[in-house]
């Protein structure tokens, strides 16, 4: 799944540049800080804890807090561009910005009709 569900740390350090420069990446811990701050979740049974193979309930454990999925997934909500506003903000940015290059790309190397 595009590395989603991949921590930083457990990526190699030739690969980590990617993820600061693609988009999916921002707009992913948008939506867990969205979903998931702030909220509670019930466990399930431990019958159906085991036959699901869900990973944040503990055996006995009632329920999960949103912020146990976000610090598994190393989002900080608290942190500066991490926020949903920041990368909010980033995406902005990187949609012109790429826009800015293609257009400069695009009248650099027009070759058609000026």
């Known amino acids: 799944v595009q590395g989603f569900f991949i ?5 190699g350090w030739w690969w980590r540049w990617l993820h600061w420069v693609a988009m999916h990446s921002y707009s992913f811990a948008s939506f867990m800080v969205n979903e998931f701050a702030g909220s509670t979740w019930s466990c399930p049974s ?7 193979g869900l990973s944040f309930c503990q055996p006995g454990q009632s329920s999960v807090s949103g912020e146990q999925v976000l610090e598994f997934y190393q989002i900080d909500p608290g942190t500066p561009g991490q926020d949903r506003w920041g990368n909010s903000g980033v995406l902005v940015g990187m949609a012109i910005g790429f826009t800015a290059i293609a257009g400069v790309w695009k009248w650099l190397f027009h070759t058609g009709k000026k």
């Open 7 to 11: 921590q930083l740390d457990k990526i």
């Open 46 to 52: 431990e019958t159906e804890q085991a036959s699901e």
